[in-house]
């Protein structure tokens, strides 16, 4: 995510990045969003956006670390 709006979500939630939940380099989410958009380096916040039939969207926020 652009940090103009990583700034939005942690205003919006009252957090700071060290509060997000953290996921690793070499998880597999991770490694294929690097194949698709390019670089993900540790320190970034992504965005998780899982599709249901049974629960609508739901969309969560990951810090990046190091693996």
Do not use: F, H, N, W
């Not at 953290?22 to 991770?30: M, Q, T």
């Not at 992504?46 to 926020?61: D, K």
């Amino acid at each position: 995510m652009p940090e103009k709006e990583v700034g939005k979500v942690l205003k919006k939630y009252g957090l700071t990045k060290d509060q997000l939940p953290k996921i690793r380099l070499p998880d597999p989410c991770i490694l294929a969003l690097d194949a698709i958009s390019g670089p993900v380096e540790e320190g970034m916040v992504v965005r998780i956006v899982r599709r249901s039939a049974t629960s609508g969207v739901s969309v969560c926020y990951r810090l990046v670390v190091r693996g």
